[in-house]
């Protein structure tokens, strides 16, 4: 009788654990096994869920990376999920689906899928001239003022303006939004706006009863003598994307007199901000140049490489310049990158001494950070930029990157892995599509690719406004418009030219980077003009010489297994998660077996005992 009992027993754990398992089934809608899309880059993938109570937390994989994949998760009734992957790099893969759950989990069987798709403005540098054609610059030439040649700064969505304010260094970055529309159209209008508004920052935004420079005053669109509201302040950040506009101006017409504006400019700040000692420039001043604080910041280091020094050098190829960002840049690795997560953060005081700020980061900050440093490794030939700067783009793709929504979050706390603010800002997504772009073409990785094609389908998708033309300020992490104006005091012309240019001309024969925001040292004329053929047979061509990837070419498995072990940096963390994952899964199944087996090994001794 016990030993019935005992038999009943056991027979039931195994009905339990064969029967109540978790189970994912794909629905007869997916792609089958070794689908191939020609046609678009996207696919649903639709699973039912089966003994399982409560909200499941559900997770989509493709097995080029350890990470979930992005998708747009609908159709939830009865446990039947809906997912919709976008903006895949054309190559073959596979993907499952997955539950994470405290109790158990049951991988599906892996699906395998090849995309040869891709979208029009992956390849093809006519696209980004077209769309900034069309799109970007007549919307900021709308906002020029023909009778006092300036922008105005604060629009809405519409381009109707919000007051009358405009400011230096908003007036510098829109007229290098000019200069490029000049530079990709030839419209001799863009070039005159240019031309007239340089000359007004020069005779009414230049400090010179304070030995020169731009204050953060808001001058009077309407009445550029007119000061609306002054702010006794001077900040680098103001000051480098001023003179921008002088040098933006210069690489359109060779006319001397723009550079020597510029470099007088560099002279300046030498002169009143920068600390031979720390190798940093102060952050602000008051107008007549006393230092107020004496803080190094994102802004005042960093930002002034890129828009004033970087550019001064690959316009004249004065080694003086070049020196200098060597300088900045060696510094600001030294002592702006936290050594615990490899991640730019916080200011800093003189000697470089952290303010007290060493978990909140800005994402788009290390995005661009990370894109500087490799045009350093171009401009030098020095290894350690290359390997910070794809480690650092690496590292903020950990934390800062939702994968989910296509979008780059806006600042992290890197202890909890939070993200600490649900706006999503236009510059940080362009830094984005830009920084994956510039780390893909020094390293020919599809996890660089990768990030370079959603961001810039998000950057086309949410941000681009179709009907009135610019892209919007702010969105939130679900990719809902929170902010739709246009201009502000620190958004203006700059970020939605600069990667119309950079694109355009990366794809349009430029040989390398970096390209900075004027190109090459030969901007206009590259050496060798190649052909911007779309992708044929697996190879790039033309804007991506010497790079190539299986874009169109069936990968068996084997080859994929080795493609993800020489791509992911964590790979042996991430098998031993795997591992235990599976094991995990697959245990009410192991422990059934087990049990079956001491069951037949019981019935058989007790037949032998009858025999």
């Known amino acids: 009788m016990k030993k019935r009992v005992i038999f009943v027993v056991l027979i039931a754990v195994i009905l339990i654990n064969l029967v109540s398992a978790i189970n994912i089934t794909f629905n007869p809608s997916n792609p089958n096994d070794s689908t191939t899309l020609n046609t678009q880059d996207y696919f649903l993938v639709n699973v039912t869920i089966g003994n399982f109570t409560g909200t499941p937390n559900v997770i989509l994989e493709l097995n080029n990376s350890f990470r979930p994949v992005n998708y747009t998760l609908s159709n939830t009734t009865n446990y039947t999920f809906q997912f919709n992957v976008t903006y895949l790099i054309n190559r073959t ?30 390849y093809n540098s006519t696209y980004w001239k077209s769309t900034y054609i069309n799109k970007i610059a007549p919307f900021w030439a709308s906002e020029f003022n023909p009778n006092t040649s300036v922008f105005y700064m604060n629009v809405n969505q519409t381009g109707a303006r919000n007051n009358e304010l405009v400011r230096a260094q908003m007036l510098g970055r829109h007229i290098y939004g000019m200069a490029v529309a000049y530079n990709l159209t030839g419209n001799e209008t863009y070039k005159s706006m240019a031309i007239n508004a340089t000359n007004v920052l020069r005779d009414k935004f230049w400090d010179s009863s304070n030995s020169g420079g731009f204050s953060d005053d808001d001058f009077n669109v309407s009445n550029t003598s007119q000061i609306i509201n002054a702010r006794n302040s001077k900040t680098m950040f103001g000051q480098s994307w001023a003179s921008f506009g002088y040098l933006s101006t210069y690489w359109i017409t ?4 723009y550079l020597n504006y510029a470099q007088e400019s560099y002279a300046l700040y030498e002169q009143k901000t920068w600390n031979s000692t720390d190798k940093a420039y102060a952050d602000t001043t008051n107008d007549a140049w006393t230092i107020t604080s004496n803080k190094y910041t994102f802004s005042s280091t960093v930002d002034v490489a890129i828009a004033l020094i970087l550019p001064l050098y690959t316009l004249t190829g004065n080694s003086t310049y070049l020196t200098r960002l060597k300088e900045i840049t060696d510094t600001s690795l030294k002592n702006m990158v936290n050594e615990t997560n490899d991640l730019v953060v916080g200011n800093y005081d003189p000697g470089w001494g952290n303010d007290g700020n060493k978990e909140q980061i800005s994402v788009g900050h290390n995005v661009k950070y990370s894109w500087y440093l490799l045009y350093m490794y171009n401009l030098t030939g020095n290894e350690t930029y290359k390997t910070r700067g794809l480690s650092l783009f690496r590292n903020v793709t950990e934390k800062g990157w939702e994968d989910q929504y296509n979008l780059w979050d806006d600042e992290v706390n890197t202890t909890t892995n939070q993200s600490t603010s649900q706006s999503i800002y236009w510059w940080t997504i362009e830094d984005g599509s830009v920084g994956g772009h510039i780390l893909y073409k020094n390293t020919n990785e599809d996890f660089y690719y990768d990030l370079f094609k959603k961001t810039t389908g998000t950057y086309l998708d949410k941000y681009l406004d179709q009907t009135n033309g610019e892209v919007y300020e702010i969105l939130n992490e679900s990719g809902s418009i929170t902010n739709s104006d246009k201009g502000y005091e620190y958004k203006a012309a700059y970020h939605s030219s600069e990667i119309a240019l950079i694109l355009d001309k990366a794809m349009g024969g430029y040989l390398g980077v970096p390209y900075g925001s004027f190109g090459t040292y030969l901007a206009n004329n590259p050496p060798s003009a190649t052909s911007t053929t779309p992708v044929s047979e697996g190879e790039l061509v033309g804007p991506y010489k010497g790079n190539k990837r299986k874009n169109n070419s069936i990968i068996n498995n084997t080859e994929i297994n080795k493609t993800i072990v020489s791509n992911e940096t964590n790979t042996g963390n991430n098998e031993k998660i795997e591992n235990k994952t599976s094991l995990i899964k697959t245990a009410p199944i192991i422990f059934g077996l087990i049990v079956i087996i001491i069951i037949i090994f019981f019935i058989i001794r007790k037949k032998k005992r009858k025999f």
């Open 93 to 122: 893969f596979q993907y499952r689906v997955f539950i994470n759950d405290s109790i158990a989990s049951n991988v599906t069987d892996y699906r395998t899928i090849t995309i040869n798709y891709s979208q029009p403005w992956e």
């Open 254 to 257: 060779n006319n001397v007199t």
